[in-house]
Structures are given as C-alpha cells and as structure tokens.
C-alpha cells in the first residue's frame, strides 16, 4: 500500500478532546476526514491512533510531560490516517477541566507551513 500525503488547507481546524488518560471524547467532522475514520469509530480509542511510526518517542514525552504539568503545548505532529495515509499539522494540546471536576485535553490542529515540515521531518529522523 503507498502511503499518501493528506494537505490540509489555511481554514483547515482539526478538533479532539480527549479523558486524562488520551481516551476520545470527542473529534470534529473535519479530524475524522484527515484521519479517515468515521467518529463512532474514534470515540473511547486511544488519541495515538493516529500517531504515524516516524514521530519520535521524546515528542510525546514532552508534550504529555507539558500537559499533565497544566501548560499548553505546541508542536509539529505527523498523524497517520486508517487507510495509511499520513498528514501534518501544527498541533496545540490544552489542558483543561471540565464542570463535573473530570481532567481532559483539547488538541487544536491548523496547516503546517512546508518549510515547518521540512524542518521537523529531518529534525524527528534523529531523535528517539
């Protein structure tokens, strides 16, 4: 199977909240188009469902180690889709809690620009 790039475009937001634990909640119409999936098929699955094999172990180290530490993260993340796809996004986590007191996280997606990409496709080939 080849592996194509999904570009998203600038009016492009991708949205998905997830429990402390990186369990969906919730995902938007438009994240469910990039990833490929249908919503019923995300909710209550683990958020790295999409996490693609070229990240780095350290990326997500740190953003879990910024969130759980109630500060906002940002980065560039390369997500893989169902049919095996992949797409980039620059990727703001928030962490937030919720009126019945539950803990959570709100991840935002927008466009990475090409050199962004770039940048960070070669930077992730060197880490962990």
């Known amino acids: 199977m080849s592996s194509q790039e999904l570009k998203l475009n600038n009016d492009s937001f991708l949205l998905s909240e997830t429990d402390e634990k990186g369990i969906i909640r919730f995902a938007n119409e438009e994240f469910c188009e990039f990833a ?3 919503l019923e098929e995300l909710i209550g699955k683990p958020h790295n469902i999409v996490r693609h094999p070229d990240m780095p172990k350290a990326a997500f180290k740190d953003l879990w180690q910024t969130v759980q530490s109630g500060k906002p993260w ?7 889709t169902k049919n095996g796809n992949y797409y980039w996004v620059f990727a703001t986590v928030f962490p937030f ?4 007191g539950s803990k959570g996280y709100i991840s935002c997606r927008r466009m990475a620009a090409q050199s962004e990409i770039d940048k960070y496709e070669q930077l992730y080939k060197t880490m962990e």
């Open 97 to 100: 809690k919720s009126c019945d």
């Open 74 to 80: 940002k980065g560039f993340v390369k997500n893989k």
């Open 36 to 38: 490929e999936y249908k």
